[in-house]
């Protein structure tokens, strides 16, 4: 019996001929079967390791490399698990204390690490672009880790993975970002994704981080989040990302606190099934309070959890090809 479940299992999970993409560097150039193709292998996998309670040696023998040029706690860790589980060796990397303080160019280091044999490089980056330099560059595949204010889209992807674990469907639902619209790649990546699988998208904030040109992507825009939260089956709390700003957005963070902060009175005029999301860092008691963060509409660390599905089905998806079906470690 254990081994007919393992030859169903494998069977399940075999490579897919209509997936060619040798990189994943955006949402917004992938199909709706495309973006479900990686949710479904991701919830296959999840259940696969148990939530990360069993290892598959899916990917013995390949190599990642984790390239960041930015700060991150939760998808750094999260794409080293993932590739750990999978049975992949990593590379750690950071600019602090490499060549890069030196002077060695971008595409040098990333050649450099590709020559020690690297199958995929997963690179943030400042620079709007980067992943895509990268790839024109490299021989292996490159997984876009957020490149500036551009594009996230593992981070996207493990956002609706959570929406459709919780309703089953995209469709017809209406989801809300809020915060700092114009410098998010989380909020980028979630409209590409959250558009092409059927969900009606709202950004809201204030009117100097959320343009009215969002409505050219087919999105809703909103400055007041008090008219818009009765209509919410999700919403998508965005730090607002000083660090990015040339100037301050709003007069004082207690302001935007007051007007755009999900707490627990906003939350009572909410639906009740309303999911509370936030990519995080969150900054407890500007975008969300302490009470709503850990309350029981929050799917925050749910969001953690489904990163390293998500960055598992990529990685697969990428480096996993060579193999016809999935050999299944026990």
């Known amino acids: 019996m254990a081994m007919a479940t393992e030859v169903g299992l494998q069977q399940s999970i075999a490579i897919p001929e209509t997936w060619g993409h040798r990189h994943l560097l955006g949402l917004e150039h992938l199909t709706a079967d495309e973006i479900t193709l990686i949710l479904d292998y991701a919830d296959r996998l999840q259940a696969a390791t148990e939530y990360g309670r069993r290892k598959l040696d899916l990917l ?46 971008l595409i040098d280091t990333a050649k450099t690490i590709e020559a020690m044999m690297v199958d995929a490089v997963v690179v943030r980056h400042s620079s709007p672009g980067t992943p895509h330099l990268l790839a024109r560059s490299l021989d292996c595949s490159v997984i876009n880790a957020g490149d500036g204010p551009h594009e996230h889209p593992t981070q996207g992807l493990l956002d609706i993975l959570t929406i459709r674990q919780n309703r089953g469907s995209l469709r017809g639902l209406t989801v809300a970002l809020v915060g700092d619209i114009a410098h998010s790649r ?97 900054n407890r008691g500007v975008e969300l309070t302490p009470e709503v963060a850990d309350g029981p509409q929050s799917v925050i660390l749910d969001q953690v959890t489904n990163g390293i599905a998500i960055r598992m089905a990529t990685l697969w998806l990428l480096l996993g090809r060579s193999h016809p079906i999935l050999p299944f470690l026990c």
């Open 186 to 282: 989380t909020a980028r990546s979630n409209i590409w994704g959250l558009l092409k699988l059927g969900a009606h998208v709202i950004v809201c904030g204030p009117a100097t981080l959320v343009s009215k040109n969002w409505e050219k992507l087919g999105v809703e825009v909103a400055y007041d989040l008090d008219k818009i939260l009765p209509r919410c089956d999700a919403l998508n709390l965005l730090r607002i990302q000083f660090e990015r700003q040339a100037i301050r957005p709003f007069p004082s963070v207690h302001e935007y606190t007051l007007l755009y902060a999900m707490n627990q009175e906003r939350l009572r005029r909410s639906k009740p099934e309303i999911m509370i999301m936030a990519p995080g860092p969150i």
């Open 60 to 105: 013995k023998g390949k190599t990642v490399a984790n390239l960041f040029f930015e700060n991150s706690t939760r998808t750094r860790n999260s794409f080293s698990l993932a590739a750990k589980r999978l049975g992949a060796d990593t590379v750690e990397f950071s600019s602090s204390g490499s060549s890069v303080s030196k002077g060695e160019t």
